[in-house]
T-cell receptor
Framework: TQLLEQSPQFLSIQEGENLTVYCNSSSVFSSLQWYRQEPGEGPVLLVTVVTGGEVKKLKRLTFQFGDARKDSSLHITAAQPGDTGLYLCAGTNSGYALNFGKGTSLLVTP | NAGVTQTPKFQVLKTGQSMTLQCAQDMNHEYMSWYRQDPGMGLRLIHY???????DQGEVPNGYNVSRSTTEDFPLRLLSAAPSQTSVYFC???????????FGSGTRLTVV
């Protein structure tokens, strides 16, 4: 199993602050995905990145795939309470087996 | 579009009992997977299928069986439940040509 390490594990910030979540591995992945999970629900796909160095934006969320395709980051600008949740990164080479990180639990307070 | 539907949402089993967790998707996705989510362990792949009639093992397959007779359905069978199988189970699917999965809302299973 290819390990994905996420940091930080927990993050508690105030509304309006910026934050970055990291996802690192010693292995190369052909693609990496970010999901957000809310309590009692399944993960919901936010983005897929496939090209080294790729940057994708989703409103206030910016995702980057490392040049070597071993790491990724998620940056949230001006966080809002609705951003609260568990953020998961998942890498794959096969396309049918996702290797998940353990997640970053984000709490944004008003 | 219902997406990925999992039933039941909650289940309590006694050690040694068997049961089937149901998963159905209405998006005509070829790829389907089962994951379990445990505190401190993240999501781990149990079994997956790349199409009707084709299944294979993931990272933690022991104690579970699957079959895929139709594109829509991918049930997960627990043969003889053990307390170590207490977990939240997620079914997921994706179409050919896309990496991103759609997840169901999960089944929370407790084995006592």
């Amino acid at each position: 199993t290819q390990l994905l390490e996420q940091s930080p594990q927990f993050l508690s910030i105030q509304e309006g602050e910026n934050l970055t979540v990291y996802c690192n591995s010693s292995s190369v992945f052909s693609s990496l995905q970010w999901y957000r999970q809310e309590p009692g629900e399944g993960p919901v796909l936010l983005v897929t990145v496939v090209t080294g160095g790729e940057v994708k934006k989703l409103k206030r969320l910016t995702f980057q795939f490392g040049d070597a395709r071993k790491d990724s980051s998620l940056h949230i600008t001006a966080a809002q309470p609705g951003d609260t949740g568990l953020y998961l990164c998942a890498g794959t080479n096969s396309g049918y087996a996702l290797n998940f990180g353990k997640g970053t639990s984000l709490l944004v307070t008003p | 579009n219902a997406g990925v539907t999992q039933t039941p949402k909650f289940q309590v089993l006694k050690t040694g009992q068997s049961m089937t967790l149901q998963c159905a998707q209405d998006m005509n996705h070829e790829y389907m997977s089962w994951y379990r989510q445990d505190p401190g362990m993240g999501l781990r792949l149990i079994h997956y299928s790349v199409g009707a009639g084709i299944t294979d093992q993931g990272e933690v397959p022991n104690g579970y069986n699957v079959s895929r007779s139709t594109t829509e359905d991918f049930p997960l069978r627990l043969l003889s439940a053990a307390p170590s199988q207490t977990s939240v189970y997620f079914c997921a699917s994706r179409p050919t040509g896309s990496y991103g999965y759609t997840f169901g809302s999960g089944t929370r299973l407790t084995v006592v």
